[in-house]
T-cell receptor, first 114, second 114 residues
Framework: AQSVAQPEDQVNVAEGNPLTVKCTYS??????LFWYVQYPNRGLQFLLK??????LVKGSYGFEAEFNKSQTSFHLKKPSALVSDSALYFC????????????FGSGTKLNVKP | DVKVTQSSRYLVKRTGEKVFLECVQD?????MFWYRQDPGLGLRLIYF???????EKGDIPEGYSVSREKKERFSLILESASTNQTSMYLC?????????????FGPGTRLTVT
């Protein structure tokens, strides 16, 4: 079965420290990979995506993500966390063959403490 | 910028009522989606539509129906609301079928059924 896993319900990090939010997937073929952020009582906002090519993808607000094909992972990273980065983060995968299928992880709550 | 709007941010309905949730996008997108979001479960697809009057069931269509009479508008209908349909409902759209397009989300409707 196709699935996306975010193994951590919550990640805590101090402001100024690097952060990583993990995502692994089990989707056939070479899917498109996405990260979204959700602030309280809001919809999801697109951060970045991987299509092909360079394994390190840069996105909005200083976020980047590293694609690892052999580990089927797409971890979200930021070199220096801000308190304003505190939010809920979702990893999503779009099946290239069944293109209207998006698979979402369960979300990871990022807490950045001053 | 693409804008996806939802008719209500918060809604309180009684058990057994028929409920309409409206979603409008302003960028001529072909595909539209309805999800529900529950803590720890991520986003679950209820229905999607790839064209006017066309729809396909998602993962959890029971108790819901949809309508797409115009390209820009996608409505979710709860035929007889029940308490287990209390949730956050998110509408999304993408430009066209296929391709590495991210989804654009509306702000969400938090529905409470009492």
């Amino acid at each position: 079965a196709q699935s996306v896993a975010q193994p951590e319900d919550q990640v805590n990090v101090a402001e100024g420290n690097p952060l990583t939010v993990k995502c692994t997937y089990s989707v056939s073929g070479n899917p498109y990979l996405f990260w979204y952020v959700q602030y309280p009582n809001r919809g999801l906002q697109f951060l970045l995506k991987y299509i092909t090519g360079d394994n390190l993808v840069k996105g909005s607000y200083g976020f980047e993500a590293e694609f690892n094909k052999s580990q089927t992972s797409f971890h979200l990273k930021k070199p220096s966390a801000l308190v304003s980065d505190s939010a809920l983060y979702f990893c999503a995968v779009r099946d290239r063959d069944n293109f209207n299928k998006f698979y979402f992880g369960s979300g990871t709550k990022l807490n950045v403490k001053p | 910028d693409v804008k996806v709007t939802q008719s209500s941010r918060y809604l309180v309905k009684r058990t057994g009522e028929k409920v309409f949730l409206e979603c409008v996008q302003d960028m001529d997108h072909e595909n539209m989606f309805w999800y529900r979001q529950d803590p720890g479960l991520g986003l679950r697809l209820i229905y999607f539509s790839y064209d006017v009057k066309m729809k396909e069931k998602g993962d959890i269509p029971e108790g819901y129906s949809v309508s797409r009479e115009k390209k820009e508008r996608f409505s979710l209908i709860l035929e007889s609301a029940s308490t287990n349909q209390t949730s956050m409902y998110l509408c999304a759209s993408t430009p066209q079928t296929g391709g590495p397009y991210e989804q654009y989300f509306g702000p969400g409707t938090r529905l409470t059924v009492t």
